[in-house]
């Protein structure tokens, strides 16, 4: 049987104590409630309907690009009433599964297991024990059935001695849902429509209600201030730093590791710490990755070395290639095979071909290097007037002094030489020598100048 998803995200979050709603504070660089979007569009559900309020225009403009219904609930009146809001998208004969929009941990494998338990069960819950359940509402059983919810403040002592826990998170059929949320009354303290009736509800109809439940308990933990916030972040850190010594990588410290986005590693890698790990990016086997790098969707090939403080973004580094320290590397750049970019080096839009180097203080952008050239320090293609970019070419073999400006569009051939301080706006011919700067003058009785008192 088709499912579909229904995601609570309508709370103000009022203890986040910011004017961007709860649900888009960033784990990973990733608003918290698309974390949970992701996970159950990885696990086949039909459709997700997402139950706003607060911040709705904020909400509608991050998620502008996922296929989701949107379910106003203008006043937040409890979770049976924010349910109530995707009625009409719901339809008798799907299954239903109720998320909540601030617990992004919430790993696919135990959304299956949850799925799994709802086939052999009316009514399927997520529940998970806690060594202190004080505050939480209390998994009540017969036998291997649950009966009831009790909130803590309504609960018995013996029944607080519970440590099972509800997670808000469940799945039944549509119709029963439909049927019992019709029935819901705010009848209580709060003058609120509590979901969690729909379990008392059940259970008189005699529908069978079993529980399925986490491999942990912080895949479950909701977010309400800037503390979870953080250990939300740090556990996920830690997961993704586990996964990756799993696969083989060295770690200098697993606690100084950022991974924002998906990496895929090969063999003994070695990251250094302060790393931070962004969109897609793919790291070869025997890669060497310095302190207080940052990569964002880029590829990093077998045997290359990133030196320290080094920004590789939206970039490709060959085999046995060497960047940094302090190197720049922006879209668009491309090292090929056992090249090397230096400290302070930039390169935007630039190809270096194999073997060769920049190694100081160089700014390459919108230019093709061939292979074995040597590009000295200070070097300086200039690739825009003000309007326009073009492109500089510097074939096999070139050597480039230091201090030189190469202005665009304009190719230095094979094997050539460009003299150190030289400006070069002309084509420089295969294996020619290109000085280009003014003649030195030497002044005899130059009068240096002297602080004035």
């Not at 909540?100 to 919430?106: E, T």
Request: proline share 3%; aromatic share 4%.
């Amino acid at each position: 049987m088709t499912f579909s998803v229904v995601v609570l995200a309508a709370g103000k979050g009022t203890r986040m104590k910011s004017s961007l709603p709860k649900v888009l504070h960033p784990i990973a660089g990733k608003p918290m409630v698309k974390h949970i979007i992701d996970t159950v569009r990885e696990i086949g559900a039909e459709n997700v309907h997402l139950v706003y309020g607060h911040g709705g225009d904020q909400l509608q403009e991050r998620l502008s690009d996922e296929a989701l219904s949107w379910c106003l609930q203008s006043e937040q009146l409890g979770t049976g009433h924010a349910v109530q809001q995707a009625v009409p998208h719901i339809k008798d004969n799907e299954d239903v599964l109720i998320l909540v929009g601030d617990a992004p941990l919430i790993k696919p494998d135990t959304l299956q297991r949850l799925i799994l338990v709802k086939r052999s069960a009316d009514l399927a819950l997520l529940t998970v024990e806690l060594e202190d359940p004080t505050g939480m509402g209390r998994i009540v059983r017969d036998g291997d059935n649950v009966v009831a919810i009790v909130e803590h403040k309504d609960a018995t002592e013996q029944q607080r001695q519970i440590k099972e826990i509800n997670t808000g998170m469940m799945m039944m059929a549509g119709a029963d849902l439909k049927r019992w949320l019709s029935a819901l009354n705010n009848n209580n303290a709060q003058g609120e429509y509590y979901l969690t009736d729909v379990i008392e509800m059940a259970a008189k109809e005699g529908k069978t209600i079993k529980a399925a439940h986490p491999d942990t308990a912080v895949e479950v933990e909701g977010i309400n201030n800037r503390m979870q916030l953080a250990n939300i972040e740090r556990a996920y850190q830690r997961e993704q730093a586990n996964t990756l010594m799993m696969e083989g990588v060295t770690l200098a410290d697993p606690a100084r590791l950022d991974v924002r986005g998906k990496v895929t590693v090969g063999q003994d890698v070695f990251i250094d710490v302060n790393v931070i790990i962004e969109g897609n990016v793919n790291i070869g086997s025997n890669v060497r990755i310095g302190a207080n790098c940052h990569l964002i969707d880029c590829d990093i090939a077998a045997g290359a070395v990133i030196e320290a403080n080094s920004i590789v973004e939206h970039a490709n580094v060959g085999e046995n290639c060497s960047v940094g320290p302090f190197a720049r590397l922006r879209p668009g750049a491309v090292m090929e095979s056992s090249s090397k970019v230096g400290n302070f080096v930039e390169m935007k839009k630039t190809i270096l071909g194999k073997g060769s180097k920049a190694n100081h203080l160089t700014y390459l952008g919108d230019t093709i290097v061939g292979e074995k050239a040597n590009i000295g320090a200070g070097t300086i293609t200039c690739n825009y007037d003000g309007v326009n970019k073009s492109q500089t070419i510097i074939k096999d073999g070139a050597f480039i002094g230091s201090n030189s400006s190469l202005v665009a569009p304009v190719t230095v051939g094979v094997n050539a030489t460009v003299g150190a301080g030289s400006v070069v706006t002309r084509e420089v011919g295969d294996e020619e020598l290109a000085i280009a700067r003014n003649k030195q003058r030497n002044m005899q009785g130059w009068q240096r100048p002297v602080k004035k008192s």
